[in-house]
């Protein structure tokens, strides 16, 4: 099912009009793919709570949809890191000075600052997703919840929420930076509300479940 869900996406997404080059639609379409299915391994937990299901430290179903989303995330960082400067990834975080001020510079050095405009920062936080994904990655797997022993192999885990707050960011940054239509906006703002809507439910559904469960011990 998420093999089939990747390829039509890819196949809409070559369909984008705006798009420069079949790389940047596959890009755009990777980017939100990924969105879409990290938003959908935060909703499987609150739904559980809902049917009177208890979520362990592992959901096989959840982790499985991580691990898409973040192999369609790594493949959107790849695939975005080609569009903009014929794939210098140094122009991403740094700037070249104006042609225009002579740099007093040694010859073929190159005077380089840091990007702190919308661009900058847009790939400073998505670099900073990258990193945690890779991380979630290499968690997401028997042998890791095995050797960190369940509670902490969790607490890791809930880098997750730092995640999805990063890629939002990121997200919404670059909706910015390249004007994209205000769709992509108003999609991006109800999955969030959608999201953080649903973990505030879960999280009562889960003590309400959980208190269920303690009454008949305490009247033992």
Do not use: C
Not at 51 to 56: M, Q, S, T, V
Not at 139 to 145: F, G, Q, W, Y
């Amino acid at each position: 099912m998420l093999a089939s869900l990747t390829a039509g996406v890819a196949a809409l997404s070559l369909l984008y009009p705006r798009a420069s080059s079949a790389v940047h639609a596959l890009t755009v379409g990777f980017g939100y793919l990924s969105l879409l299915l990290i938003g959908l391994t935060l909703l499987i937990g609150p739904l559980r709570a809902w049917r009177g299901r208890r979520n362990p430290v592992n959901v096989p179903l959840r982790r499985d949809v991580g691990i898409w989303a973040g192999i369609t995330a790594l493949v959107h960082v790849a695939s975005g890191s080609q569009i903009h400067f014929r794939g210098d990834l140094v122009r991403y975080f740094f700037a070249l000075p104006p042609a225009e001020e002579p740099e007093a510079l040694e010859p073929g050095a190159v005077a380089l600052t840091l990007r702190t405009d919308l661009f900058g920062l847009a790939n400073w936080v998505g670099l900073a997703a990258t990193v945690l994904v890779l991380l979630l990655l290499m968690l997401s797997n028997d042998l890791s919840l095995r050797w960190l022993r369940g509670q902490r192999w969790k607490a890791l885990q809930r880098l997750n929420y730092l995640f999805v707050v990063l890629v939002l960011v990121h997200t919404v940054a670059y909706q910015q930076v390249v004007a994209r239509e205000p769709l992509f906006l108003v999609v991006t703002v109800a999955l969030a509300l959608v999201v953080a809507v649903t973990q505030v439910v879960g999280v009562y559904w889960t003590r309400r479940l959980m208190r269920r469960r303690q009454r008949p011990a305490a009247g033992v």
